[in-house]
């Protein structure tokens, strides 16, 4: 039949989506905070907000701020924590239908591996992606996701304790090398890649002669990074064979097209759904019309 | 947790009209679906079709009829420019109505509603639907800008009991800001009131809880910030709340836009 061929059905291991195209990991929360808004059950899937051992509060003073085409963030990786993710959101974001991805991180090894414990209790959970991007603190501040070799014990861990359960690992562009921590990754067991994070940045509030962000530093997303996005993700999908899952800056379908093009099996869209809650539903159904571009 | 159902309407305006330099109003047909709001909620406006500017932007919601959404737009900045210049007949995708927690209807007691700049539009709302309800309070508002520019005469009058206004230079009504005007009103015993609702600038919020907290049996106030999703997904307009020694951040779009004035930890908040 033309139309089952034609169905982009997307695998990670032994992990199946509907299609592939997914919310990246934060702006849409735990999902459920935008069922008005996008028919999640119609995405490939929402990759959860990132979630830790215990929950955290989160940075002080302003969050957001927005730039030329860009949003910076400092939210801090505020969640409500393992417990409650698992014990009241999961569950709803399941009987909503929504094929979840659920988003881990941890400042800690101990911190990692309890969580990994806690999340290989559940069931239901068939496919997680590795934030290693968050501040670690180990490594005084630095993300895992910058150190190969770090990526690779991280992974292993979660290899291990995690059996049977896809893993993505999540990259962050803050490096000088991604394709040597794809493969890291890879090596490591990883199913699949998922580029980019947002890219550090900062502003200033001139008025107040001070950073905006207390924090100093904030994360860049939307339109402003698609080109590095792009770029990393060209390169990462030559560094591997397992799939990349592309994110960043995403805004429109045709963007989306560019992402499978330079090498994509899947794409993240984040801080577009803020402004444009039907475009991961529009970019899915052109995929449905017209299957996916070969990549270049 | 249950699902959200807010979502996003394709609305039509009707009018838009300059009442002083750099503020507007812009009326909407109310779309479709759309649910009655309470005052203090807001709705979440898309004003370009392109990426510049980015984000949504916020307004409160000053007036719903059972035909016409009404939004009072202060130009500071290309997006709001946008909105206040959109003309009969455009049509903009707008969110709402959003956030979680609205004013109480003050019941059968007088209140003092004090406004910043254009924290007057759901102050506007609550008088009207306080009033269409049958609520018999004395309204009083005490309305702040920083000129006359700011502060257009007279088309809100009619929905309040009495009208008092400052303005920082001097150029309409009391000269200086608006707490400084409260605190001579309570002083002067011309105005009374048990409960205070209040919104505007941070800085203003706070000013009248330390100058005047004290003076009445309770303060709520609608605050802002800045928003991305709205829907208290992102985490990105928190407010810092003081709940039984600790610090919690609760989202100003979702678990607001109000709140208990007392609660807030103005100094976490920056
Ligand atoms: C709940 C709420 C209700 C509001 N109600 C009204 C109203 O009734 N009438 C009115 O005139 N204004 C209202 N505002 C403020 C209004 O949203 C901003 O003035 C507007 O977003 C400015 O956009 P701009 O592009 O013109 O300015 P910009 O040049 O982008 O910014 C000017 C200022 O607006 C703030 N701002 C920018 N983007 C946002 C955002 N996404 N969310 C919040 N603040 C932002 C910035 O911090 C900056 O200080 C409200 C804000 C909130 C949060
Ligand atoms: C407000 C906000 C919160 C985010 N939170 C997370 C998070 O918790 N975990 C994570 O892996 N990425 C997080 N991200 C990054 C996004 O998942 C995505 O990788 C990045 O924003 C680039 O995609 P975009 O430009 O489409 O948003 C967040 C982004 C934003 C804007
Ligand atoms: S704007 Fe996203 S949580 Fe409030």
């Known amino acids: ?296 | 947790m249950k699902g959200n159902t807010k979502r996003s309407y394709k609305a039509r305006v009707i009018s838009s009209e300059r009442i002083s330099p750099s503020c507007g109003v812009v009326v909407f047909e109310r779309p479709e679906g759309f649910p009655d709001a309470l005052p203090g909620q807001f709705v979440s406006v898309r004003v370009s079709d392109s990426t510049v500017p980015l984000l949504r932007r916020p307004y409160s919601i000053m007036d719903l009829t059972g035909l016409e959404l009404a939004l009072l737009v202060k130009v500071a900045g290309r997006g709001s420019a946008m909105l206040a210049s959109a003309g009969p007949g455009e049509v903009m995708d707008l969110a709402g109505p959003l956030g979680g927690a609205s004013f109480d209807d003050p019941g059968g007691d007088d209140a003092v509603l004090v406004a910043g700049g254009t924290g007057l539009a759901p102050m506007i709302f609550s008088a009207r639907t306080w009033k269409r309800r049958g609520s018999r309070g004395r309204l009083y508002l005490v309305h702040g800008a920083a000129s006359r520019d700011e502060s257009p005469d007279s088309f809100f009058e009619a929905d309040f009991d009495k009208v008092f206004r400052a303005t920082m230079d001097g150029s309409a009504g009391f000269s200086g800001d608006v707490v400084a005007l409260l605190a001579k009103l309570l002083d002067e015993g011309r105005i009374s009131a048990p409960l205070l609702y209040s919104c505007g600038p941070a800085g203003m919020v706070r000013a009248l809880v330390e100058r005047t907290g004290d003076r009445f049996k309770s303060h709520h106030t609608s605050l802002e910030a800045v928003m991305a999703c709205g829907v208290g997904a992102c985490r990105g307009c928190t407010v810092p709340l003081r709940e039984g020694g600790r610090i919690v951040f609760k989202a100003v779009c979702d678990d607001g836009t109000v709140f208990r004035a007392s609660d807030i930890a103005w100094e976490e908040w920056w």
């Not at chain 1, 990994?116 to 501040?135: A, F, G, I, Q």
């Not at chain 1, 090596?187 to 580029?195: E, L, V």
């Not at chain 1, 890219?199 to 905006?212: A, L, T």
């Open chain 1, 1 to 296: 039949m033309v139309t089952e061929e034609k169905k982009s059905v997307f695998r990670v291991g032994n992990a199946a989506f509907i299609n592939p195209v997914l919310l990246a990991s934060g702006p849409a929360g735990y999902g459920l905070e935008y069922s008005g808004m996008i028919r999640l059950a119609r995405l490939g899937g929402v990759v959860t907000k990132t979630i830790s051992l215990k929950p955290r509060a989160g940075n002080p003073g302003v969050r957001l701020r927005e730039t030329g085409s860009g949003l910076l963030n400092s939210v801090g990786l505020e969640n409500v924590g393992a417990a409650r993710f698992f014990g009241e959101k999961l569950p709803a974001i399941l009987e909503a239908g929504i094929r979840p991805v659920v988003s881990l991180a941890a400042e800690d090894w101990d911190d990692y591996t309890q969580l990994l414990d806690e999340t290989s209790c559940h069931r239901d959970v068939d496919v997680v992606e590795l934030n290693l991007s968050c501040p670690n603190v180990e490594r005084g501040g630095l993300a895992v996701g910058t150190d190969p070799a770090k990526v690779d014990s991280y992974v292993k861990e979660a290899r291990s304790r995690l059996p049977g359960v896809a893993l993505l690992a999540k990259l962050t562009p803050n490096v000088q090398d991604i394709a040597s921590l794809a493969a890291a990754a890879e090596g490591a067991g990883a199913d699949g890649i998922t580029a980019i994070n947002t890219v550090i940045g900062m502003d200033i509030d001139i008025g107040k002669r001070r950073p905006v962000f207390r924090m100093v530093r904030a994360g860049l997303s939307g339109p402003a990074i698609l080109p590095v996005a792009l770029e990393a993700v060209w390169r990462a999908a030559r560094a591997v064979k397992i799939p990349v899952m592309g994110a960043g800056g995403i805004s429109s379908v045709g963007d989306a097209m560019k992402f499978f093009m330079a090498g994509a099996a899947a794409v993240q869209v984040g801080t577009a759904i803020f402004y444009d809650p039907g475009l991961p539903e529009r970019i899915a159904e052109e995929l449905e019309r017209s299957g996916l571009p070969a990549r270049i």
